[in-house]
């Protein structure tokens, strides 16, 4: 499982550490000391974690990817999670706890509870080295890249709960010496009520009020998720299964939506922006991959977030497309996200001569003319 947990996602090498370290310290202190039996369990552990990882190499390799897979993954991300400085990083940091400890603060206090407890709580002593060093992994699992985008504290979130767990067992402790049973006993359970209450109720507008799209609109402001869903199904309904489509933007979801496979590799942009000595090969690839397909539908997406174009940005794919767009394709549609509420969809005839009002929206080119 944690072999898994690293081909889910390379943050998952933190837990792997973690459990290593946890097995040797938990053999050493067993006595009588015995170096094979401690030996043969690490070699089990090694076998099991680098298990998974084997295969997927195996079946990559097997299909023809393993060159691009292991630039993606090992190449790329390298220089990926080396761009930010110390600073900037903890200027993120600074910037993302007060929102992820906010949005349920009692379940981190009691967690809080939980920590602070390790250090006198006799009862707790069993567990301090797993319940500290889990916390202390996780932390390390959420820093690489020092990015700290919000989904990345969900690494966090399982030690939380462990720790929440055991500050709700140190209040009941508090109230151990009561002469109702009752009481003692009920109060981890209404802590634990009030921490789920509470949270809902700081949330309650996403949780229960607002639509799935007005969710959308609150998270991720005017990218053009919602929207995604409509422009799919204009495509699916106007192109054949075996046609190919490209999607110049980061917004894949399209082509699950859709249902049509992808004209290129390359279905996220972000990667191409940033400032890094393979920015320009990847914009000839994605441009390359996308003349040779030569697919029914191309969708532009004009939305910052959907690229996060830089000062120092290659920019050769923009220059491209507005040629090759001219060339070969006509305006099929124009998605035009207005505000949170409003979103003007034009087809065909109704999108000649319509200009966007907003700065966000999204054009959809039908391929006119075959590429030579």
Not at 189 to 217: D, E, G, I, W
Not at 348 to 372: H, I, L, N, T
């Amino acid at each position: 499982m944690l072999g898994l947990a690293f081909i889910m996602k390379q943050h998952g090498a933190a837990f792997i550490v973690f459990g290593g370290v946890y097995l040797l310290c938990h053999e050493i202190r067993r006595r009588p000391l015995n170096p094979k039996l401690v030996a043969a369990k690490g070699i089990v552990f090694v076998l099991g974690v680098l298990l998974p990882f084997a295969v997927t190499c195996l079946v990559l390799w097997g299909v023809g990817v393993f060159d691009k897979f292991w630039f993606w993954t090992f190449e790329y991300a390298r220089q990926y999670v080396s761009a930010l400085p110390l600073s900037m990083g903890l200027t993120n940091l600074r910037f993302r706890i007060v929102g992820i400890v906010g949005s349920a603060i009692l379940l981190w206090t009691v967690a809080g509870i939980g920590l602070t407890s390790l250090l006198w709580n006799r009862k707790t002593s069993g567990h301090r080295l797993f319940a500290a060093g889990f916390l202390f992994f996780s932390l390390l699992a959420v820093c690489p890249g020092l990015y700290f985008r919000p989904h990345y504290f969900i690494l966090l979130l399982p030690a939380v709960s462990l720790l929440a767990g055991i500050g709700a067992a140190y209040v009941q402790s508090l109230f151990a010496r009561s002469q109702s049973t009752v009481v003692s006993k009920a109060i981890p359970m209404l802590l634990a009520v009030a921490v789920v209450c509470h949270a809902s109720y700081q949330q309650q507008n996403t949780l229960f009020r607002a639509s799935p799209k007005m969710v959308s609109r609150i998270t991720y402001g005017a990218n053009p998720f919602p929207e995604c869903l409509e422009i799919a199904r204009f495509i699916k309904e106007n192109s054949a299964e075996d046609e190919r489509i490209a999607v110049i933007g980061s917004e894949p979801q399209i082509y699950f939506y859709s249902n049509r496979r992808a004209a290129t590799g390359h279905i996220y942009t972000y990667a191409l922006m940033e400032n890094h000595s393979y920015a320009r090969k990847m914009q000839e690839e994605m441009i390359s991959e996308i003349e040779s397909a030569n697919p029914k539908f191309l969708v532009f997406v004009n939305v910052s977030t959907s690229w996060l174009v830089r000062p120092d940005s290659e920019r050769i794919l923009y220059e491209w497309f507005t040629r090759y767009a001219q060339r070969y394709y006509r305006q099929a549609g124009i998605i035009d996200i207005i505000s949170h509420e409003v979103t003007v969809y034009r087809w065909y005839q109704e999108c000649e001569g319509y200009r966007p009002r907003s700065k966000y929206w999204v054009a959809v080119f039908e391929r006119d003319r075959p590429a030579p």
